[in-house]
């Protein structure tokens, strides 16, 4: 949102670090979902802005001493939907139904029907078959398949009496854009800490290497190149104090430099160029409007490649003793060499209505002026004469043309405004939990720029903010929970924990208590194409892995990420309750069959280098909804039944850019509702423990919404342990997973052109040996933290169909009850 309302790229580790105290241990987990809409409808465009984000982060901190605490984050954002491309005059573009909608494209260098020196052109309606003039503006629009972005940073923070310091890193890693950075920030208490001093400083490297969607420019004679590569460093410092002004009011004031250097343009932008003809044997005035003809060129974004960045903040922040109740007023300026300057004022009311709930409404208003370099559109200060526009139209001859030294139609570096409001719900519980949840409006305008002269309603859109998160105050959960140590015959010591890879694995057995956990799952595909238990080569699978059409593209490798959080609550000693949220990520790479049949379909034609092509979805899985019931339990042993459901909350409505569904196996869930019995043994004597599971997932629909079915899944499981340490356990553990085909097909456009588009080719049978490790952390600051990791190997398999062999799996947990 701050790339929005700054007009700037996002830049991960831009900001820099601020050393806060070390107040312990602390556990969140974010989820967000950002949706664009609107944009205006017109003769010329009826697709709206529509670029949707699936946002998922988890934080944490812990004290490693006591004076010194490690900070973790991890961000993972997923994003697709429609985007402008770039502005023209409606009259020199096309409609182009088959790309997004009705979205506008244009073939260039191109005659086009604008005359530049009126600002006007005409247009001839297909549907009537009438020509008209207009001097409207138009968004030229495409469409996205969805693309991953993950971030992971670290920071270590140490404290004395009246300083602190920072140091921080990390990563950010997409599809086409890659950054890595280093902070640093140090606090100084003053005035008996009624002052506060903080300094940050960040460095950030980035490569952009971007393939580019090859309908951006249709036809042209001299094409823009489908391989954007560039580089660009970004060095940020900020200086903040704060003062304690008496016992509710509090003031702060910060000042921002930020200086980027390198590639600083946006490789999926471009600018529209026209130049008048002086062609009169050719190119005469039209008859009806007596507008003038001219030459449209495309040209890819090109910004400086320096760009100076400053901000000042204030903030002011009063906390009313009658309500209950805080406010924070802030304002922000903002410079750049670039030649924008943009105001923020911000207001929220953060009030307290009782038994721990927070209602937090807030309102912000945003605006900026336009970029030295920015024009929707560009008209060339020349005149071509007919050989002139021979030579660029035909041999793609640009030189002649005087072109800007920089430009954009990027329509963020444009003079606009914005209003935005929203409202947080949280609820603080006992034992340091907090739920949240928040909604937030935005809209984009022309027309809110403060003082007017915003650029035009042409770029106008809307978008909603909703986000859920769950925060846990370990410190307090440990403080409230002095009896934990009663606890420990069950899951007491590492010994007794399952191996990381089983779900359902232990009951807590304590009225009232609660548990929070994060379970991340990995799961790898690659090597052979496989039919049954053999090996298949690139001739059978052309020939049997698709039906009667015959394949051209097989999987070469399937990577499959699973984040999810587990909230069990224990009512009774003989029940536990069970909410379980996922986030998917999953990405394939697949190669071209040798001998296979030439793909006429489309749909997997772009993206890719080398005659690879890969793919990626991600956002929110299906939800888990389970009962946990205790048969028996007494002497070491112990049996419960598992009951529950999965919701279909996971999109199984995920496309690519081309309109088609992608891959069954792609989807984000099951897209039906489904039961999930389980039946767990588990036995422990000294250093030994052991267990068993059954369980299963019965879809309770025929087909979902897409058309189509997962296949029932049975799974059993054996597993053995041994206590090495106190504190730290390993285990071995036995599969045996059968899993049915998907039963029936999309019930709309979708390739067939791989295995991987054929219901026939999913499931099968598989047997798995695993080994993992369970620590659990018996004493000192993080005394009830449990970790474990399994890592899963495949022994045998025997696939339904053709599907790409199992690498192997890996499963990692970290839990906390309380």
Known sequence: MQALTAAALALPGLTHSTAHAAQGEEFSFQYGHYQEGGGPQSNFRDTGNSIQVDSLQTTGSTRLFDRMKLLFNYAQDTWSGATPISTAPASAVQRQDTIVGASPFWDVPRLASFDPKQGRGSFLDPATGQTFTTDETVQVMAYASPEVRKQGDLSLGYEWDEAALNLGGGVSVERDYNSSFVNAGGRWDLNQKLTTLNLGLSYTDSDVHANRFPFEVVGSSAPNPATVQGHRQDVTTGLALTQVLDKDSLLEASLGFTHSTGYLSNPYKESLFFAALDAPDLLSPDPDTGLLSSLAVSKLDNRPRLRDQWSWNTRYIHYFTGLDASLHFDYRFYHDSWGINAHTFEATWGQSIGQGWTVTPMVRYYSQSAADFYSPYFVLDQTLSFDDYVNIVINGDTSILNFPSHYSSDYRLSGYGALSGGVTISKKFAKGVTLEAGFQYYTHQSGLKLGGGGTGNFQDFNYYLVNGAIRVDLDAASAGDSGHDAHAGHVGHAGSSAPAGVMFSHMMDRPGEFMVGYRYMYSHQAGDMMHGSNPAGDAEVVANGCGQ??????????????????????????????????????????????????????????????????????????????????????????????????????????????????????????????????LTYTGQLDKWSWGGQISGIKRLEDQNDSGFAFGDVFQ????????????????????YTSEGKVRGEFNGPHDQSGPMDFPANYGGQFWDIGFGLNASVT????????????????????????????????????????
């Open 549 to 678: 059409r015959g394949c051209s593209f097989t999987p070469k490798a399937m990577n499959m990420h699973m984040h999810m959080l587990d909230l069990m609550y224990a009512p009774t000693n003989w029940l536990n309750l069970m909410l379980m949220p996922q986030f998917m990520d999953m990405n394939m790479t697949l190669r071209p069959l040798e001998g296979g049949v030439p793909n006429t379909e489309g749909g997997h034609q772009h993206g890719g280098t080398g005659g690879n092509v890969q793919h990626a979805t991600g956002g929110v899985g299906d939800t888990g909804m389970y009962a946990l019931v205790k048969l028996f339990g007494a002497s070491g042993q112990h049996l419960h039944l598992g009951l529950g459901f999965t919701a279909p909350t996971g999109d199984v409505n995920v496309k690519m850019s081309g309109g088609n569904f992608f891959h069954y196996g792609m989807q984000l869930g099951s897209g039906t509702w489904d039961f999930r019995p389980s």
């Open 716 to 735: 059993s499981t054996v597993w053995g342990s041994y206590r090495v340490f106190d504190w730290l356990s390993a285990s071995v553990r036995g599969v």
């Open 779 to 818: 004493s000192g600051e993080l005394k009830g933290n449990r970790l474990g990791v399994e890592w899963l190997q495949p022994v045998a398999t025997d696939f339904n169909g053709y599907q790409v062999d199992r690498d192997g799996g890996l499963f990692a947990t970290w839990s906390l009850a309380f």
